[in-house]
T-cell receptor
Framework: AQSVTQLDSHVSVSEGTPVLLRCNYS??????LFWYVQHPNKGLQLLLK??????LVKGINGFEAEFKKSETSFHLTKPSAHMSDAAEYFC????????????FGAGTTVTVRA | DADVTQTPRNRITKTGKRIMLECSQT?????MYWYRQDPGLGLQLIYY???????NKGEISDGYSVSRQAQAKFSLSLESAIPNQTALYFC???????????FGSGTRLTVV
């Protein structure tokens, strides 16, 4: 079985300050991990993915995430938030790189203050 | 054109009515999925299909049915809609390696 816990339902940051979105997972296998972003009235867009290569994964729009097996975490960070980063973010786990069973976290809503 | 297209974008229907949500893709992916999104719950898998002849139930299939009309088309039906099926529905595709999940823009369904 696998599960995903996003530790914060809402995160509010000032423009230009760092963003940290926390995600812990549980999986019986060597998982693949993803972060998706959903802007209002839009579909989900892939930010980045981890599939057992480098533990520090760089994604689009300046985001990156670090896979820490010992902590079963996959936190998402960005050094400097932009107004356009306001959205909902989902941490997603798949048991392996060749498995369809995605498990979604409940989501973290990010607001960016001017 | 979008890689994964869902129609309609928004729909309001009455309790007891049958409704179909449609999804088409130009990714050439074999695998297609229907998810439901409720606030605070993330996305939950309703049905998935690995090819035209392979359809499987997901976590929350009760009250739903699907049809894979072609490799590129996968529709979701609510035979008799009820208010707790009010949600945002997403169609998605992926290749056989589980890479490249692509989501549609969603269908917002309201059952009154």
């Amino acid at each position: 079985a696998q599960s995903v816990t996003q530790l914060d339902s809402h995160v509010s940051v000032s423009e230009g300050t760092p963003v940290l979105l926390r995600c812990n997972y549980s999986s019986s296998y060597s998982p693949s991990l993803f972060w998706y972003v959903q802007h209002p009235n839009k579909g989900l867009q892939l930010l980045l993915k981890y599939t057992s290569a480098a533990t520090l994964v760089k994604g689009i729009n300046g985001f990156e995430a670090e896979f820490k097996k010992s902590e079963t975490s996959f936190h998402l960070t960005k050094p400097s938030a932009h107004m356009s980063d306001a959205a909902e973010y989902f941490c997603v786990v798949s048991p392996s790189s060749n498995d369809y069973k995605l498990s979604f976290g409940a989501g973290t809503t990010v607001t960016v203050r001017a | 054109d979008a890689d994964v297209t869902q129609t309609p974008r928004n729909r309001i229907t009455k309790t007891g009515k049958r409704i179909m949500l449609e999804c088409s893709q130009t990714k050439g992916h074999d695998r297609m999925y229907w998810y439901r999104q409720d606030p605070g719950l993330g996305l939950q898998l309703i049905y998935y299909s690995f090819d035209v002849k392979d359809i499987n139930k997901g976590e929350i299939s009760d009250g739903y049915s699907v049809s894979r009309q072609a490799q590129a088309k996968f529709s979701l039906s609510l035979e008799s809609a009820i208010p707790n099926q009010t949600a945002l529905y997403f169609c998605a595709t992926s290749d056989f390696r589980g890479n490249g999940y692509t989501f549609g823009s969603g269908t917002r369904l309201t059952v009154v």
